[in-house]
């Protein structure tokens, strides 16, 4: 029985609300089982009909196998139903068929990105560099801001040439924009087949196959309260990559007043820590070393199920063998509790950094955005972290310019962060967004006061991280090594015959570049995906530079970065 065959069927049958493909039964896995719902028997004998003309999928009719009893949660488990499937090997001769994914906006959308390759690959189709060799285009939408929004739209406005060149291309539109416009977008772009929102990613494969067999056109934005994507997605693009998103939660209940998210992305919804584990272990089996853990607010992972706490599930992470680094992000201060703030001290793969978006330094500011901490809260728990972790990196995003903002506001999230020295930030002009509350505000601030003042937070930030790069000159930081990156520049004689420059990221989530010396050469072939100790020579604006070191080069992070002078 082939691999994509079963995960083919299990795709089709979890596209329908009222059906779940509770396991495969036997050792060869040709037997899977579902429950589903009462009334929609019929229903499912329809999908069952189609799969057999498809791939010769046969229905069993009887009771629940021995021994399956409680394997899994069932939601709807009035009936039982097996799905014998008997392939018929030719009529499941399928045609490779390339896909071209066009992502724009937060790691999520990377995520998501990710899972729609997964869920597409057992219907054929594999990734594509090239929008023109596509079979199918989809643009993976973000709505967070109007810039992110218009680029999606400038984008899907170029593939109407394309389309008209090529009449089969399927044109698919994702994502948050997708969520918020439904049927508009197809009614504005005649070119576009698909619109699907952020919750409908794993009803793709039966949609696709609608489009492919019929041509038809489809919109589908429905939500859920409950997350559906528990299955982990063995995607195709996690191959050779070394850090890996995983998504632990959806949605947000927070709803700040210059936000679309709660809109475009659902209430929050957390995964099983169960599934979170299985997926994490699944990318380490296949060569990732570094995980990322996605939310948009990890801090109140489980809280609404009743799971583990979020620092419960990092410890839980951090038992998994094999695995060397845990990031999480994102952050809201006001749910960020002391016992996570420990985990910094006790958990040897949590990385030092911490993103802790503040958005303001104004109280006034602050409670108008309905962020619920004020500055002092915040800055108590800045200092709270850098007590268990002195050597945490801070990062933050910031808006300027939200509606009635004063110059004095303004300078008070100058002063924030003079105080705190984060060493990065993210800071956007405030715009409005469709359905967030802060576009009925009144007190717009004008484009050109927005504009000065994102030039002042950057300026400032930009020198203190200076700052903070030149007093890491001379140290030594533990990093895991991304892969070479661009030529050397540099005219020192040691690297000279060693052009190759390697990139890797710190702990502490820095860029170092670094070259091999000549001696060292035979620890290239294995430096990708290792851990290795590396003096920081230099200090740019963005990133740092510095030389391996004789020392070993490690699978796993051994005891963690130090910070060595010179
Ligand atoms: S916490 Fe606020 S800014 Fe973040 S996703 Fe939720 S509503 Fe948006």
């Known amino acids: 029985m082939d691999r994509r065959q079963i995960s083919y069927v ?50 069993v009719e009887g009771a629940p196998a021995a021994g399956m009893s409680g ?10 139903k097996q799905v014998e499937i008997e392939p018929k090997g030719s009529l499941f001769q399928m045609k490779e068929k390339l896909l071209y994914i066009s992502t724009i906006g937060c790691q999520m959308n990377v995520y998501d990105a990710n899972q729609i390759a997964g869920v597409l690959a057992p219907m054929g189709y594999t990734g594509t560099d090239t929008i023109e060799s596509a079979d199918m285009v989809i643009v993976n939408t973000c709505t967070i801001r109007e810039k992110a929004e218009q680029k999606a739209f400038s984008f899907l406005g170029r593939l109407a040439k394309i389309k008209s060149a090529n009449p089969s291309l399927i044109v698919a539109v994702g994502g948050c924009v997708a969520q918020q416009e439904g049927d508009a977008i197809l009614k504005r772009m005649p070119h576009v087949d698909l619109v ?17 067999s019929s041509r038809c056109r489809i919109v589908d934005v429905r939500m859920s309260d409950t997350i559906e994507f528990d299955a982990p997605v063995d995607g195709p693009l996690t191959d050779g990559q070394i850090s890996a998103f995983v998504t632990i939660m959806r949605g947000c209940d ?46 109140s992972y489980g809280n609404k199920e009743g799971l583990c706490s979020f620092s419960e599930l990092l410890a839980r992470v951090n038992g998994i063998e094999d695995l060397g680094r845990i990031r999480f992000t994102t952050s809201h201060p006001k749910d960020l509790s002391d016992e996570l703030i420990d985990a910094f001290g006790r958990l040897e793969k949590l990385c030092h950094h911490m993103h802790l978006p503040v958005q303001s330094g104004d109280d006034e500011i602050l409670k108008r955005m309905n962020r ?27 808006i300027v310019g939200f509606p009635g903002e004063t110059d004095r506001q303004f300078q008070a999230t100058l002063d924030l962060i003079e105080t705190v020295r984060y060493d990065g930030v993210f800071a956007f002009m405030y715009s409005d967004r469709p359905n967030a509350p802060a576009t009925a505000f009144s007190g717009k601030i004008d484009e050109p006061t927005k504009k000065r003042r994102l ?26 090594v991304e892969g070479p990156g661009r030529e050397m520049e540099s005219g020192d004689a040691d690297m000279a015959s060693s052009r190759v420059q390697w990139t890797g990221r710190s702990s502490s989530n820095h860029i170092i570049h670094f070259a091999v010396p000549e001696a060292q050469r035979d620890k290239k072939e294995l430096l990708t995906g290792a851990f290795a100790d590396i003096m920081i020579e230099g200090a740019y604006a963005h990133s740092l530079r510095g030389r391996l070191i004789d020392g070993p080069i490690m699978a796993t992070p051994g005891k963690g970065e130090t910070s060595v002078a010179a």
């Open 10 to 59: 299990k795709f089709i049958l979890e596209a329908y609300d009222n059906v779940a493909v509770m396991s495969t039964l036997d050792s060869r896995e040709a037997v899977i089982q579902v429950t589903i719902a009462p009334g929609c028997e019929t229903m499912v004998d329809g999908i069952i009909q189609g799969l057999a003309g498809e791939i010769g999928v046969m229905p």
């Open 71 to 80: 394997k899994q949660a069932i939601r709807m488990p009035d009936k039982m």
């Open 196 to 212: 699907f929102g952020t919750h409908a990613i794993f009803r793709l494969p039966e949609m696709v196959r609608r489009i492919e």
């Open 254 to 299: 927070n709803y700040c007043t210059y936000c679309v998210v709660p809109h475009v992305r659902g209430r929050e919804a957390s995964r099983h820590p169960d599934r979170i584990l299985e997926e994490i272990r699944m990318r380490v089996d296949r060569g990732v070393r570094e995980v990322t853990l996605l939310g948009q607010n990890v801090n």
């Open 372 to 398: 619920r901490y004020t500055r002092s809260a915040y800055l108590e728990k800045i200092d709270r972290l850098r007590a268990v972790c002195p050597d945490i990196a801070v990062t933050s995003d910031f």
């Open 455 to 480: 030039q002042a937070l950057l300026d400032l930030q930009g020198r203190i991280t200076r700052e903070k790069h030149q007093a890491m000159v001379g140290q030594i930081r533990r990093i895991l």
